[in-house]
């Protein structure tokens, strides 16, 4: 448990450093020896990566392993369901990600030594994720300290905590060392041609000024041009590729939501009414009161009359402490304030301040008195703040923490500082720790104001949740299928929702949040199908299942329209070609042509190879290609571009200065940038990954 707390209290790093990257640590320690048993069979495969078999049981362990791995980080409990989807997901995607770079290692004979890893730990090349460890820096330093390395790993077999931790730490630093030697590999490979640095070198040494003409492809009647059944045919088995789609769905759906009525808010104000004389009895602990029955608990703050609403305002700055106010209505929510005290305190305090943290109680307490005494005595405070301090943030800073409002820091470092007096060192604790304070500077005095606030939310009653419960089963029951449902939704001017592109893994459906359920049944169900009538956060939902996709190529007759615009465009692109072309061989000037295709001139001004657009035109490459390349004085020949076919004027050209040796590093370092961010990528795009979560999640 010592280990435990200490990771807590310290690890907070840890949290961004191996959250993510202990994924790919952990989740492979028993995956590679998974596979379908000959009594369970494929019934119980969760993955099937190239041949290699995930068993749901091993995943889910690995699922589960990373959820306690994030508790003792974060300190928390249980997850939400968002929050352990995220995760699932994230084991999902390193899980097919290091299979698959598994593979690759092995082909290539790729490995890390015990020795290479204790050069990551504790040799000359120690790894940033254990250099940077608040758990190995020495405690009156805060400098990494190696002996604390070697005392940890002799001592881990003795604390299951420490263990698990140092096994996904291990595992992390083994994996990416392999990944970095497999991309270093690929890296080593990398060649700049000569031709292509040539080329960029000459489209980098020139700006250019120029006109241009823009024929958009609008300007051709659709009447003008024709595609044959034999072209799209053509065209569709040409570039299948780009017809690829994955499984999904489309759902239209409807709700019944769950409001309160104006019983249920005549009940809430009601509640408020029956309480306030009891709540404004001077016998009555105010505070006590408020967090015994409120739905919103006492927060204690100090606040500015100007902080509350006009009718708060108004009462606080008039009233005597005991008084109330209310009922009022405010947020949804009947209120009742009784005015609990008024201080005078100051807006601003700067403060610093020394937070420490040991393996018990009794340790913590022993060494913050330590300080305190030693502070008090006149030591030099900024000096033990950056020896002592787990607040790494300020003890840089000798523990100061600047300027600061009341409410900002938490409720006992809050009521230190702004209840004592200049000058003072004091001992506060909270649950971060135990805090040594020297209030450096208070700003000015000035009158605060502490309400206690009895709050009665307006929310629907078990009543009300009946009626719309049936009141949406009724609608079921009533209209049970496509053609009735549709109907009834028009009659009775019901708005509809829809999911559309919903994917076989997704945990919600657009607008229902946590709605895996409804993810499952349109899975499921048939074109046309009914869902049942599903409750999804203050809501019953009804579903309709419109369309289904699976995964493949899309059918010729879905994408038909898609290549009739494309095809279209590429003939009318080849008329305007012509047509500039045969005008521009006639010898007429550039003013000329744009009047003869209806066209007006445009010009841009600077623009060279990296320009990303052209005023006037966007994002067309194709345009400024035609521009750095046509020489001075010539009209370029008719150029296609994303919307339209171009001509182009060069009238001025201005030589820029390049570094050759700059553009050849800067070509390397972005091929190389791209291995980085596209190696995974290509490795799952050839591999023959199946899915199975769907029947488990």
Do not use: C
């Not at 209310?326 to 305090?349: F, Q, T, W």
């Not at 209840?419 to 000015?444: L, M, N, P, R, W």
Request: proline share 3%; aromatic share 10%.
């Amino acid at each position: 448990m010592a280990t435990l707390e200490k990771i807590r209290s310290k690890g907070g790093i840890l949290v961004g450093i191996f959250v993510g990257l202990a994924l790919l640590a952990f989740i492979m320690m028993d995956f590679m020896s998974s596979g379908a048993s000959i009594f369970t069979g494929n019934q119980m495969e969760v993955a099937n990566i190239n041949g290699t078999s995930v068993n749901i049981q091993d995943f889910q362990n690995k699922v589960s392993e990373m959820e306690e791995f994030n508790k003792i980080n974060t300190g928390g409990s249980a997850m939400s369901e968002d929050e352990a989807y995220r995760l699932r997901e994230q084991v999902w995607n390193q899980l097919i990600s290091q299979t698959l770079l598994e593979e690759q290692y092995e082909q290539i004979g790729i490995a890390v030594s015990s020795d290479e890893l204790m050069d990551m730990v504790t040799g000359r090349n120690i790894h940033p994720a254990i250099s940077q460890h608040p758990l190995f820096a020495n405690q009156q330093t805060g400098v990494f300290d190696r002996q604390a390395v070697v005392s940890f790993l002799q001592n881990k077999s003795q604390d299951p905590t420490a263990y698990f931790y140092w096994m996904v730490m291990e595992e992390q630093l083994l994996n990416e060392k392999l990944f970095n030697k497999y991309s270093t590999l690929l890296k080593k490979g990398l060649y700049v041609p000569k031709a292509w640095k040539d080329s960029e070198i000459a489209a980098r040494s020139k700006s250019v000024d120029f006109d241009y003409i823009t024929v958009r492809f609008t300007s051709v009647a659709d009447s003008l041009v024709s595609v044959s059944e034999t072209e799209i045919n053509a065209y569709y088995k040409k570039n299948r590729d780009d017809f690829k789609q994955s499984a999904s769905r489309n759902i239209e759906y409807i709700t019944f939501d769950i409001v309160p009525t104006e019983a249920d808010r005549m009940a809430a104000q009601d509640w408020i009414n029956e309480l306030i004389p009891n709540f404004s009895s001077a016998e009555t602990d105010p505070i006590q009161y408020v967090n015994l029955n409120s739905d919103v608990p006492y927060n204690g703050r100090n606040q500015r009359a100007a902080e509350f609403s006009s009718q708060l305002e108004s009462f606080v700055t008039n009233a005597q402490v005991g008084e109330v106010y209310g009922p009022y209505l405010e947020n949804e929510a009947y209120k009742a304030s009784r005015l609990v005290a008024i201080n005078n305190i100051p807006d601003s305090v700067r403060a610093r301040h020394i937070l420490v943290r040991e393996a018990t109680p009794e340790a913590t307490s022993i060494l913050a008195d330590s300080l305190l005494n030693l502070a008090r005595r006149g030591a030099d405070f900024a000096d033990l703040a950056r020896r002592y301090s787990l607040d790494q943030g300020s003890a840089i800073n000798g523990g100061d923490l600047g300027w600061f409002p009341e409410g900002v820091m938490v409720q006992p470092f809050n009521d230190a500082v702004f209840y004592g007096k200049t000058g003072d060192i004091v001992k506060a604790e909270s649950q971060f720790g135990v805090h040594i304070i020297h209030i450096q500077q208070q700003g000015v005095l000035s009158p605060k104001y502490q309400l206690a606030t009895l709050v009665r939310e307006i929310n629907y009653s078990s009543e009300t949740y009946q009626n719309v419960f049936s009141k949406a089963t009724r609608f079921a029951a009533d209209n049970n299928n496509v053609e009735l449902f549709n109907k009834a939704v028009e009659e009775n001017n019901i708005t509809k929702r829809y999911g559309r592109a919903i994917g076989e893994n997704d945990n919600s459906v657009s607008g229902l949040s946590s709605s895996r359920e409804l993810v499952r049944w349109a899975y499921e169900a048939k074109v046309g199908d009914l869902s049942p009538v599903y409750e999804f956060d203050d809501r019953f939902v009804i579903a309709n299942l419109v369309s289904v996709s699976e995964e493949g190529v899309r059918a010729l007759s879905e994408v038909r329209p898609q290549i009739e615009r494309t095809l279209i465009a590429d003939k009318k692109a080849e008329l305007l070609t012509a047509q500039l072309a045969e005008i521009s061989a006639s010898g007429a000037d550039f003013p000329t042509i744009a009047s003869k295709m209806n066209a007006s001139v445009q010009s841009a001004e600077n623009i060279n190879f990296a320009s990303f657009q052209v005023p006037g035109a966007g994002v067309e490459p194709a345009l400024v290609a035609a521009a750095v390349y046509t020489p001075a004085g010539q009209i370029s020949k008719a150029v296609r571009g994303n919307n339209g076919v171009y001509l182009v004027k060069v009238n001025n050209v201005e030589a820029n200065e390049v570094m050759a040796d700059n553009i050849e590093v800067e070509l390397e370092q972005n091929a190389s940038m791209k291995i980085d961010y596209e190696m995974l990528q290509s490795l799952r795009d050839n591999a023959e990954i199946v899915d199975g979560r769907s029947k488990f999640y």
